[in-house]
């Protein structure tokens, strides 16, 4: 940045470190190399949440704009690759789908690439829907390779992002950010002050009694919100209705089992879902519940049954409350990560919405006067974004078909948003993929949940009447041909990441 004159913002505190925090740090000292002072207090005696170790593909984006070294960040975070979600018996008990990150290939004409299965003969087809994406044909047989260049190459249509290590990444953001010129306080906050005119937060003040003014407050506390919540009383929208599921158990083990998998599992449980996270170094897990139906101790004895190889330690419980601030931007301080709100991790989107804050903050970048037009439209897009994502979640629940325990009965039978039974309808009518404003997951993301779910289309898209239904059986046969012989010849998942220099 250069000198925005004397209305210029001259200082950013920071509350709070861990991923969020550090990434907040080193996006905002690569924005602004000179002339903004950036603080941020943290205590080595508050632990970090630490539950996104998965990521999506914008990922990717942040690291690059902060020229960081692929190679260079999976050996530091104990990273791998990650090339989709699959999802185990949450259609049906037993059933499997995956969620790819990438397209089921690529269309020939202006029909849909699942319309096209749907004409071959869908469900009956002999030809598994997943079998069309090149990023579940690599996944399923624990290969990686970079998506080549040619659009022509079906090993062109996938993407994909990482696992790693959130307490490793967030130490080797510090180590840039602090590079950077970033300032690190040691300190526990025990107060703040308001300023008497606005009611903006002018200062914090530590345990120790050192107070930390500045002008720009960035809230990285976790569930607690110390500015956004208790110095500002911003308020909370709960989404349990809708999202059930309010605590977690989460223990690593030693990998085990088919081992360092290029993708992430999320398997559903009596009471909720367990997830499997593979490192270089370990294997993350833990069991995401409803505590209505299954008491702590009963959900940590189902993680620790259920795992790869030995614990790692003993399971570390956590609690929330799924839903977000009513405001995410309040005054000067921007609240980012679990200050912001909660969204179960089951699409792996926590590191992602700190991400998209950051983003947002660099694009509606406050000057002192603090302009109400940027504020609020900061938080519409805030809002609608994290609304987008709900709705896919809760999109999960309720196309189970399962009715084996209170959980599935309820999750099934739950009124939901009116913008996501839309898109159910679209769907359910003639295999329509309707895309709002600022949805995060695409077409390809939502077919596979819903066929993967068995919300098949009762109807196709009209175009098919136009065409020979014989040419959509050759395509898709075609298609999962070429994927299954690509995938053949890519190398195993760790094979790739020690030719990159990632695995030692």
């Given at each position: 940045?250069t000198d925005?004159?004397?209305?210029?913002?001259?200082?950013?505190?920071?509350?709070?470190?861990?991923?969020?925090?550090?990434m907040?740090?080193?996006?905002?000292?690569?924005?602004?190399p000179?002339?903004?002072?950036?603080?941020?207090?943290e205590?080595?005696?508050?632990g970090?949440?630490?539950?996104?170790?998965?990521?999506?593909?914008?990922?990717r984006?942040?690291?690059?704009?902060?020229?960081?070294d692929e190679?260079?960040?999976?050996?530091?975070?104990?990273?791998?690759?990650?090339?989709?979600?699959?999802?185990?018996?949450?259609?049906?008990?037993?059933?499997?789908?995956?969620?790819?990150?990438?397209?089921?290939?690529?269309?020939?004409?202006?029909?849909?690439?699942?319309?096209?299965?749907?004409?071959?003969?869908?469900?009956?087809?002999?030809?598994?829907?997943?079998?069309?994406?090149?990023?579940?044909?690599a996944?399923r047989?624990g290969?990686?390779?970079?998506?080549?260049?040619?659009?022509?190459?079906?090993?062109s249509?996938?993407?994909?992002?990482?696992?790693?290590?959130?307490?490793?990444?967030?130490?080797?953001?510090?180590?840039?950010a602090?590079?950077?010129?970033?300032?690190?306080?040691e300190g526990?906050?025990?107060?703040?002050?308001l300023?008497?005119?606005r009611?903006?937060?002018?200062s914090?003040?530590?345990?120790d009694?050192?107070?930390?003014?500045?002008?720009?407050?960035?809230?990285?506390?976790?569930?607690?919100?110390?500015?956004i919540?208790e110095?500002?009383?911003?308020?909370?929208?709960?989404?349990?209705?809708?999202?059930?599921?309010?605590?977690?158990?989460?223990?690593?083990?030693?990998?085990?089992?088919?081992?360092?998998?290029?993708?992430?599992?999320?398997?559903?449980?009596?009471?909720?879902?367990?997830?499997?996270?593979?490192?270089?170094?370990?294997?993350?897990?833990g069991?995401?519940?409803?505590?209505?139906?299954?008491?702590?101790?009963?959900?940590?004895?189902?993680?620790?049954?259920?795992?790869?190889?030995?614990?790692?330690?003993?399971?570390r419980?956590?609690?929330f409350?799924?839903?977000?601030?009513?405001?995410?931007?309040?005054?000067?301080?921007?609240?980012?990560?679990?200050?912001?709100?909660f969204?179960?991790?089951?699409?792996?989107?926590?590191?992602?919405?700190?991400?998209?804050?950051?983003?947002k903050?660099?694009?509606y970048?406050?000057?002192?006067?603090?302009?109400?037009?940027?504020i609020?439209?900061?938080n519409?897009?805030?809002?609608t974004?994290?609304?987008?994502?709900?709705?896919?979640?809760?999109?999960?629940?309720?196309l189970?078909?399962?009715?084996?325990?209170?959980l599935?009965r309820?999750?099934?039978?739950?009124p939901?948003?009116?913008?996501?039974?839309?898109?159910?309808?679209?769907?359910?009518?003639?295999?329509?993929l309707?895309?709002?404003?600022?949805?995060?997951?695409?077409p390809a993301?939502?077919?596979?949940?819903?066929?993967?779910?068995?919300?098949?289309?009762?109807?196709?898209?009209?175009l098919l009447?136009y065409?020979?239904?014989?040419?959509?059986?050759?395509?898709?046969?075609?298609?999962?041909?070429?994927?299954?012989q690509?995938?053949?010849?890519?190398?195993?998942?760790?094979?790739w990441?020690?030719?990159?220099?990632?695995?030692?």
């Amino acid at each position: 940045m250069t000198d925005g004159g004397d209305d210029a913002i001259r200082s950013v505190l920071i509350v709070g470190g861990g991923t969020a925090g550090w990434m907040t740090a080193a996006a905002l000292a690569h924005a602004a190399p000179r002339g903004l002072a950036i603080t941020l207090v943290e205590s080595d005696a508050i632990g970090t949440v630490g539950v996104g170790e998965a990521t999506i593909p914008p990922i990717r984006l942040f690291n690059q704009t902060l020229g960081i070294d692929e190679a260079e960040f999976l050996r530091e975070a104990k990273g791998s690759f990650k090339l989709g979600i699959e999802f185990v018996g949450w259609g049906r008990e037993g059933h499997r789908y995956f969620h790819p990150f990438g397209t089921h290939g690529k269309s020939f004409d202006l029909v849909a690439v699942h319309q096209h299965w749907l004409a071959a003969g869908g469900l009956d087809s002999g030809i598994a829907f997943d079998a069309l994406s090149m990023a579940w044909g690599a996944a399923r047989l624990g290969r990686f390779a970079a998506p080549m260049a040619d659009p022509r190459s079906v090993a062109s249509t996938f993407d994909y992002a990482y696992h790693f290590d959130a307490g490793l990444y967030a130490r080797f953001l510090r180590r840039y950010a602090e590079a950077r010129g970033v300032m690190r306080v040691e300190g526990r906050i025990a107060g703040h002050a308001l300023e008497a005119d606005r009611g903006h937060v002018a200062s914090v003040t530590l345990e120790d009694g050192r107070v930390l003014a500045a002008d720009l407050f960035v809230d990285c506390s976790g569930f607690r919100g110390l500015l956004i919540e208790e110095a500002l009383a911003t308020g909370y929208e709960d989404w349990t209705h809708w999202l059930p599921c309010d605590r977690a158990v989460a223990v690593p083990c030693v990998t085990g089992g088919d081992g360092l998998t290029p993708y992430t599992r999320s398997t559903a449980r009596d009471a909720g879902w367990q997830w499997r996270i593979p490192l270089q170094h370990r294997t993350g897990n833990g069991y995401v519940y409803c505590s209505r139906h299954i008491s702590d101790d009963e959900a940590a004895a189902t993680l620790m049954a259920n795992l790869d190889g030995e614990a790692l330690g003993d399971p570390r419980p956590l609690r929330f409350t799924t839903g977000r601030r009513k405001l995410f931007w309040n005054r000067n301080v921007v609240a980012i990560g679990l200050s912001s709100g909660f969204m179960e991790p089951l699409e792996s989107t926590s590191i992602h919405l700190i991400q998209a804050g950051i983003a947002k903050l660099l694009a509606y970048f406050p000057s002192r006067s603090f302009a109400a037009a940027g504020i609020a439209e900061y938080n519409r897009v805030a809002i609608t974004e994290y609304e987008r994502i709900r709705d896919f979640i809760i999109l999960h629940y309720k196309l189970t078909q399962r009715s084996d325990t209170p959980l599935w009965r309820d999750c099934a039978a739950m009124p939901i948003p009116d913008t996501l039974a839309m898109k159910i309808a679209h769907f359910r009518e003639a295999g329509r993929l309707v895309a709002r404003d600022m949805d995060l997951f695409g077409p390809a993301s939502w077919a596979a949940v819903h066929i993967g779910q068995f919300n098949i289309p009762e109807g196709r898209d009209p175009l098919l009447a136009y065409g020979d239904p014989t040419q959509s059986r050759a395509f898709v046969g075609k298609l999962a041909g070429a994927i299954g012989q690509m995938a053949e010849s890519m190398p195993a998942h760790a094979d790739w990441l020690k030719k990159i220099g990632a695995l030692a």
